[in-house]
């Protein structure tokens, strides 16, 4: 995955070709490198870099998911400075399945990360930390308990948004009624409470999201 900052520096997120790492990268526009870091938890661990993006100070943030020493993936949380020192690292986990897909920071203050959380099927998750990448908050949704189907199902957030006022949404695919999956979006304010969710009647899944000049 990559970020592009408004200077035309590309930031790459990534793993080694032997899995045991994560990999960042910040290239200035004409390739060359300025910095690269490599980051692993533990020994013969597997870890990857899923998302990266950057504030204005041009610090940059990456996601990893990481294997804990049982070999259950985590969600670890990087920043790195302008000249890609690392500054802290956040874990977030538990003894269930979690993968970041997604990472944002909204106005330099908090960070979202979205992607999946497993304890059998897989379900949408959302969390945000503040700056210093202490957790302030987590939700798991699972569209068949919040739809009542009484067929369990994985479901897997492919995109999210930050919306000009403020919210934030999830889009992805999930598996409520027959015919093969269904796009649900799920939109959380800033606090973490949930604001409406929808879903499509037909076979469709939500790969990307984006918001137009009337907050649509």
């Keep these: 995955c990559f970020a592009l900052d408004a200077n035309e520096n ?4 990534g793993q080694s070709i032997d899995q045991d790492y994560s990999i960042g990268l910040k290239c200035d526009s004409s390739g060359l490198v300025l910095w690269n ?25 990456i996601s990893v998911m990481s294997q804990d020493t049982t070999g259950i993936p985590d969600i670890i949380l990087l920043k790195y400075s302008l000249s890609g020192q690392l500054i ?13 897909k997604q990472l944002s920071i909204f106005n330099d203050t908090v960070i979202f990360v979205s992607g999946d959380y497993s304890n059998g ?3 949408y998750l959302l969390v945000k930390f503040d700056s210093s990448g202490q ?8 569209p068949q308990v ?3 189907y009484p067929v369990s199902a994985s479901d897997n957030v492919l995109d999210m948004l ?8 999830l889009t992805g695919r999930c ?11 799920v939109s959380y304010d800033q606090g973490g409470i949930l604001n409406w969710v929808a879903r499509d009647f037909y076979a469709a899944e939500g790969q990307t999201i984006s918001e137009d000049t009337s907050g649509h």
């Design 10 to 13: 590309i930031y790459i997120a």
């Design 135 to 142: 957790l302030k908050w987590d939700r798991i949704f699972d």
């Design 175 to 185: 598996f409520v009624g027959t015919g093969g999956p269904r796009r649900i979006n």
């Design 37 to 61: 870091s490599v980051f692993s938890c533990y020994p013969n661990a597997y870890d990857r870099g899923t998302s990266i993006d950057f504030d204005r100070q041009g610090s940059s943030y």
């Design 88 to 100: 802290w690292q956040q874990r977030y986990g538990s003894s269930h399945y979690e993968e970041p």
């Design 121 to 123: 099927p897989s379900d």
């Design 162 to 169: 930050i919306t000009s006022g403020e919210d934030v949404v």
């Design 146 to 148: 919040f739809y009542n």
